[in-house]
């Protein structure tokens, strides 16, 4: 078992690390030991076999904490048997697949969700209204009709997904027997409605647009994603088989913090993900800040988001000062420069050491945080770290804290 970010040995043959070293989950070198190797891992936890050799990626934050990340909507108890099972066996998938399940059951308990899908078709009898520029075409042949219809149906994109994620599922190993029940209940619910294959499914997931007649569908929906996303069942490295389920935390991060932000600052600022301004006058060199944040429009404040722990100052207490690494500030004075702002914040995933200050700190709610302010320009540059090793209730302050921080810098920030 590893966790993110870390380094290990571990004894491999020579092929198995060579195996091991294609995948892009862990990177593998040389150690001065025969017959021992270097392992590292990076952003992704989770589990993957090649042959018969099992990789555990454990995250540094705790497993509550990890379902808290996946922001599907629900209350922290909601997921609260599945972190103390994940805490228990260090399987990642088996606990999700529980999750999802339990999701998608209370999800269908209201009943199929149901849509008007529309419809063309040549008929022997008329149904809906006649295509009648389909119809002209046939050079006066009546039947059969060409007919357009609307057929309020339970085979929506929707319903799909879910079949889609629940067949999925169902051939993941390990997964406790009542859930395995669940899963097949649901399949049965969920008869005659078309499975997509899972490529298409995401496709058709990120199409879906939500209203108060689905909105009850997107937490099962958006485990359905996560799933299908981040499950390879069967892979091929060379001559060696591989299943595998990782999650990038990047990614869980930022779109986690994105989410956040975007429900804290309703009505005051929109927060907009990875908007494409440019650099030059020219327009040949694009930039792609995390966050750009607007006022009627207008660009009034920027925020790039970074997972990878900060690397703090030396002179200053980790809770209190977090500095970024340069080349992070570098990048986002860039995006200050050319959206004309005089202000920009890098939001960090902090691991910090618990210490009474820090502690404290937390449970008021508070940011660690600092800032620079770059030579000649003026330009304040902020660094803030949001530690994930709290409740979740200290992690939402922590977010509001974050939108209040974003919204007083946006003020000042238009040069």
């Known amino acids: 078992m590893l966790h993110e970010w870390s380094t290990e040995r571990l004894r491999l043959d020579d ?72 805490a228990t066996n260090n399987e990642l998938l088996p606990a999700l697949v529980s999750f999802f399940a339990r999701t998608a059951e209370t999800t269908l308990a209201r009943g199929l969700f ?12 008329l149904r809906g209204r006649i295509d009648f520029v389909r119809q002209f075409r046939r050079g006066g042949v009546l039947v059969p009709m060409a007919c357009s219809w609307d057929d309020f149906t339970a085979d929506v994109d929707e319903n799909r997904c879910l079949t889609a994620a629940v067949r999925m599922a169902l051939r993941v190993p390990d997964v406790p027997h009542d859930d395995r029940r669940r899963l097949r209940r649901l399949l049965a619910a969920l008869d005659g409605v078309a499975e997509p294959t899972s490529s298409a499914a995401l496709q058709r997931l990120d199409r879906i647009q939500y209203n108060r007649l689905n909105e009850h569908y997107r937490p099962a929906l958006r485990l359905a994603r996560l799933i299908m996303a981040n499950c390879t069942l069967q892979d091929q490295h060379g001559d060696t088989a591989a299943s595998a389920f990782m999650v990038d935390m990047n990614q869980l991060f930022e779109r986690f913090v994105t989410s956040r932000l975007q429900r804290e600052l309703h009505g005051r600022l929109e927060v907009a993900a990875q908007l494409r301004p440019h650099l030059d006058i020219e327009e040949r060199i694009q930039i792609r800040p995390d966050l750009t944040l607007r006022s009627q429009g207008e660009a009034v404040g920027v925020a790039d988001l970074k997972y990878k722990l900060t690397d703090g100052d030396a002179n200053a207490e980790v809770a209190a000062a977090p500095l970024a690494r340069h080349g992070d500030y570098y990048q986002l004075l860039a995006y200050t420069t050319a959206l004309g702002l005089s202000e920009g914040t890098l939001i960090y995933c902090a691991d910090v050491n618990r210490d009474q200050a820090a502690e404290q700190q937390i449970a008021n709610g508070s940011l660690a945080k600092s800032d620079i302010t770059v030579r000649h320009t003026g330009t304040r540059l902020h660094a803030v770290a949001i530690d994930l090793s709290g409740s979740p209730r200290h992690i939402d302050a922590q977010i509001a804290a974050l939108a209040e921080h974003l919204a007083e810098t946006t003020a000042t920030s238009v040069g």
């Open 15 to 86: 092929e198995m690390a060579r195996c091991l070293g294609e995948t892009p989950w862990v990177s593998v070198a040389t150690d001065p030991e025969l017959g021992w190797w270097k392992v590292s891992t990076r952003q992704w936890v989770g589990a993957f076999t090649l042959g018969d050799l099992r990789i555990l990626v454990r995250p540094k934050i705790k497993p509550e904490n990890l379902f808290f990340l996946l922001e599907v909507g629900l209350p922290p108890e909601a997921w609260q048997a599945e972190a103390i099972d994940y």
């Open 114 to 125: 149901h849509h008007y899908r529309h419809e063309e078709g040549d008929l022997l009898a």
